[in-house]
Structure formats: structure tokens, C-alpha cells
């Protein structure tokens, strides 16, 4: 397995913070988690990390992240909200996470068990 650097991160991470300025330590921990996922899917392309701080819920802060993770096939997004920035940036990171390996496993399981496909008519004989 390659070895994921911080600027094989830093080149592959779109990191917006929407209505609050994301600070260095929270830069330098989404940095990491999204080190985590490059490491486990090394063919991904892109991630986009958004963090919102939405306070139409009430008179609380509330905090979105949202992700987007750009890969060859389907792309995988995800959405976490909680009244901690910090906390809502774990549970996305583990729920892409999540996505990521179930796409594994289903595409692994495709590969070694492959279904039988009906056709329609008779081949045509070689010459």
C-alpha cells in the first residue's frame, strides 16, 4: 500500500467552511480523517469536505458537514449534522468511510461471483 502524503492529501481535498472560517485545527484534523480515507481507496479522485454552520434551527449553533467523494463509477455523498463541528466531521468521515467499504465489498462480491446472463438467441458459429 502507497504511503499517503500531505500533499497527495492536500492536492486530492476541497475543504469549505459555509457561514464560519474554518480554524487550522480543524483544517489539520479533517486533513488527517481524509488521510484515512485515501489510504483505505487509493483510486480516489477527489474529496470536497463542507463544513455549514446553519443557526435557522433554533437558537443553538447547529453543524452540517456534508462530503462528496469523487471515484471512478458512482460518486458517494454524505451528510452528518450535530450540534458540534468537531463531531459532525467524525460521523462523516466514518459514514464515508462506510460507503467506501460497502462499495468494496459489493464489487468484490460481483467479481467473484458473477451472475449468469440469459441470451436471447443462438451465437453465430466461428469460421
Known sequence: MSHITP???GAKLIL???HLNLTDAMRSIIHEKVG???RHE???DRVRIDVDLDKTKGSKAHFVAKGHIEISGPDL???VDSDDAYKSVDLLIDKLDGLLRKRHSELKEKRHHP???ELGGA???AV
Open 7 to 9: 500533499e497527495v492529501i
Open 16 to 18: 469549505r467552511g459555509i
Open 36 to 38: 484515512r480515507l485515501l
Open 42 to 44: 487509493p483510486r480516489i
Open 77 to 79: 455523498n454524505a451528510s
Open 115 to 117: 451472475h449468469s446472463v
Open 123 to 125: 451465437l453465430p458459429k
